[in-house]
């Protein structure tokens, strides 16, 4: 059995903490500062409550959920006998170098350290690392109490037996690890999302359809579709021969863009970031921003009765 420590509290840290939590594995979680630990606990028993309502944890509740979870506020005492530990700090290339260098005298050769980077490079985020061979990433996607895949990520230096111990850490509180072969920036999920995020934007950009309609033909079609059967089988369903002829003469007239699209530049420019400040693409005051997080919240754990129930 790990002893799992995860550095940072925020979206992802109490996350990471209530998923293992929810296998019925401890872990410490390391707080920046009081008011990052009263918070993270807040967060945290607000979303056991509703996976419980769900009946997707049934075994905790919210008065032995702390039993699983000691958050702190000392880095040495958060450290302490660790073998496993999960980075989720804010997504800063040198500021995750100068915690793994500040952290590795607390290690030895034999700790895993895992980063939930979203995107930078294992090799990159390692270079200095006294440990690389016990070095790699998982990155948990958003929800991570909600979402099932966490992409691990080897560099050249990592270890066979590293990439086992997170995969055997993430199939015990049934996520759904992926394995890359070879490192590449973004990992698969994000390039895929990325890559139809500059669509929208071009789309956006270019008033050939209004945001809500863009949205819409997603979440109305192969947003239905892709939880079953992803881009590649899909393709197969659908048929190569057809998917092969619509890419020979859609591919050339896609984006190409290399930076960001005008609309979303003009929005943070203006200090508009979306539902963190109250606008962005979408006007998010308290009514809407609740509406829509109940309604993504329920269809994915929707999703994960299923999974639970096999059915």
């Keep these: 059995m790990?002893?799992?420590?995860?550095?940072?509290?925020?979206?992802?840290?109490?996350s990471i903490a209530l998923s293992l939590a929810g296998g019925g594995l401890s872990a410490k979680v390391y707080c920046i500062n009081n008011k990052a630990a009263k918070d993270a606990e807040q967060e945290v028993k607000k979303k056991l409550k509703t996976m419980t309502a769900h009946q997707v944890i049934t075994d905790i509740d919210e008065e032995s959920i702390f039993k699983y979870i000691q958050f702190t506020?000392?880095?040495?005492?958060?450290?302490?006998?660790?073998?496993?530990?999960?980075?989720?700090?804010?997504?800063?290339?040198?500021?995750?170098?100068?915690?793994?260098?500040?952290?590795?005298g607390y290690l030895n050769e034999d700790t895993v350290l895992a980063s939930n980077t979203s995107g930078f490079l294992p090799s990159e985020l390692s270079q200095n690392y006294k440990y690389p061979e016990q070095f790699a990433v998982a990155h948990f996607w958003n929800p991570a109490h909600l979402i099932p895949l966490v992409e691990i990520v080897p560099s050249v230096k990592t270890s066979e037996k590293t990439v086992q111990r997170i995969k055997i850490l993430l199939e015990k509180i049934?996520?759904?690890?992926?394995?890359?072969?070879?490192?590449?920036?973004?990992?698969?999920?994000?390039?895929?999302?990325?890559a139809m995020f500059r669509e929208a934007q071009y789309l956006l950009d270019n008033g050939y359809a209004d945001k809500e309609d863009i949205d819409a033909s997603v979440t109305h079609s192969i947003g239905r579709r892709y939880p079953v059967t992803g881009p590649l089988m899909t393709a197969d369903m659908?048929?190569?021969?057809v998917f092969s002829a619509i890419s020979d003469y859609l591919f050339k007239?896609?984006?190409?863009?290399?930076?960001?699209?005008e609309t979303i530049s003009n929005l943070v420019n203006q200090g508009k970031f979306g539902i963190k400040n109250g606008e962005?693409?979408?006007?998010?005051?308290?009514?809407?921003?609740?509406?829509?997080?109940?309604?993504?919240?329920?269809?994915?754990?929707?999703?994960?009765?299923?999974?639970?129930?096999g059915d």
């Design 73 to 104: 506020t000392n880095l040495e005492d958060a450290l302490s006998g660790t073998s496993f530990i999960i980075e989720a700090i804010t997504e800063n290339l040198n500021l995750k170098r100068k915690l793994f260098d500040d952290i590795s």
């Design 280 to 309: 962005g693409f979408y006007e998010w005051n308290q009514e809407f921003s609740e509406r829509v997080n109940r309604e993504r919240d329920r269809v994915l754990l929707n999703f994960l009765e299923q999974d639970k129930t």
């Design 174 to 194: 049934n996520k759904k690890p992926i394995v890359l072969k070879k490192e590449i920036t973004g990992f698969i999920g994000n390039r895929l999302q990325y």
């Design 253 to 261: 007239e896609l984006s190409s863009q290399e930076q960001s699209g």
């Design 238 to 241: 659908g048929g190569l021969d």
């Design 2 to 14: 790990e002893n799992i420590t995860i550095i940072g509290s925020g979206t992802m840290g109490h």
